[in-house]
Nanobody, 126 residues
Framework: QVLPVESGGGSVQAGGSLRLSCSLS????????MGWFRQGRVGGRDGVATIGTDGQSDYADSVKGRFIVSRDNDKNTLYLQMDNLKPEDTALYYC????????????????????WGEGTQVTISS
């Protein structure tokens, strides 16, 4: 079973930064579309950013210009650099993965993920 494992959450003040990390337990990320989703107190799980095996990324409008998603296949790790954080970024952040094959849908937020981690909490105070 593919299991993403997140780390790096925490509490910071508005305007601060955090970096989240994610690895796949027992698997290498280089064959997977990877991404970050989040769920606040209200509403469902929303897409934040995805990055494909080719390095192409997709972002939610609410985080463009503030968050950067990246992957280091040599370190088998996905990252989310979050800058200029706002209270509305407070949420449980999930790392997701979807294996890419020849017939796979593009690695975009709207196509979702197949495997999920347990999440890491990010709390931004005003």
């Amino acid at each position: 079973q593919v299991l993403p494992v997140e780390s790096g959450g925490g509490s910071v003040q508005a305007g601060g930064s955090l970096r989240l990390s994610c690895s796949l337990s027992g698997y290498t990320i280089n064959e997977y579309c990877m991404g970050w989703f989040r769920q606040g107190r209200v509403g469902g799980r929303d897409g934040v950013a995805t990055i494909g095996t080719d390095g192409q990324s997709d972002y939610a409008d609410s985080v463009k210009g503030r968050f950067i998603v990246s992957r280091d296949n040599d370190k088998n790790t996905l990252y989310l650099q979050m800058d200029n954080l706002k209270p509305e970024d407070t949420a449980l952040y999930y790392c997701g993965a979807r294996k890419m094959t020849g017939g796979s849908r593009p690695c975009l937020i709207r196509y979702g993920m197949h495997y999920w981690g347990e999440g890491t909490q990010v709390t931004i105070s005003s």
